[in-house]
């Protein structure tokens, strides 16, 4: 199978601290890696996609500046969420897929619950 | 654009009884549709996927065909347990040109009760 692992899996913070989360795929490389912010009891919402090597591409309303991310390898992608404030507080999932002009599965990692004080 | 639309919960079942949670979408071209689930506290994972007209994508009891003719890719299985009570989400996968973006419907909470 493929795994996606995110680190940590719950972090609690001060506003206007930054806190970073990491995401990586375990046994795949990892051509492009998205990143999804869920509401309580909502749907995912994608914040943006993130290929390695270059600039991520932001959906229409996500602070690029305020949402860094950063995709060093093939296999890790962090998402920075700068001077954090309580409504930043989320529950953010990455998903990872594989290269491959035909590989369409997203494989998705656990979450990461952010709670800003 | 591209849309999913899936009924919308919470369902409720007893155990052992039979379940559909209906999902269309909107797509242009030739999408693959996905089913994903997500437990409480948990991320998603991949329960099922159909990538053309007519494929039947199943997996742990779970079945879901991909309608072109009715856009639809309803999820079913005929025989629920206690340990499938969690949140559905219909996604679909545009072709061509889509950035592999995956667009998800509103999720179905499921809850079984024993």
């Known amino acids: 199978g493929a795994v996606v692992s995110q680190h940590p899996s719950r972090v609690i913070c001060k506003s206007g601290t930054s806190v970073k989360i990491e995401c990586r795929s375990l046994?795949?490389?990892?051509?492009?890696m998205f990143w999804y912010r869920q509401f309580p009891k909502k749907s995912l919402m994608l914040m943006a996609t993130?290929?390695?090597?270059?600039?991520?591409?932001?959906e229409q309303g996500v602070e690029k500046d305020k949402f860094l991310i950063n995709h060093a390898s093939l296999t890790l992608s962090t998402l920075t969420v700068t001077s954090a404030h309580p409504e930043d507080s989320s529950f953010y999932i990455c998903?990872?897929?594989?290269?491959?002009?035909?590989?369409?599965?997203?494989?998705f990692g656990p979450g990461t619950r952010l709670l800003v004080l | 654009g591209n849309s999913v639309t899936q009924m919308e919960g919470p369902v409720t079942l007893s155990e052992e009884a039979f379940l559909t949670i209906n999902c269309t979408y909107t797509?242009?071209?030739?999408?693959?549709l996905f089913w994903y689930v997500q437990y409480p506290g948990e991320g998603l994972q991949l329960l099922l996927k159909?990538?053309?007209?007519?494929d039947k994508g199943s997996n742990k009891g779970f079945e879901a065909t991909y309608r072109k003719e009715t856009t639809s890719f309803h999820l079913e299985k005929g025989s629920v347990q206690v340990s499938d009570s969690a949140v559905y989400f219909c996604?679909?996968?545009?072709?061509?040109?889509?950035?592999?973006?995956?667009?998800f419907g509103k999720g179905t909470l499921l809850t079984v009760n024993p």
């Open positions: 797509a242009t071209g030739y999408p693959s």
């Open positions: 998903s990872a897929r594989r290269g491959g002009l035909y590989e369409e599965t997203q494989y």
């Open positions: 046994d795949f490389q990892a051509t492009t």
């Open positions: 996604a679909l996968l545009g072709s061509g040109g889509s950035n592999y973006k995956l667009t």
């Open positions: 993130s290929n390695e090597g270059s600039k991520a591409t932001y």
């Open positions: 159909a990538t053309k007209a007519d």
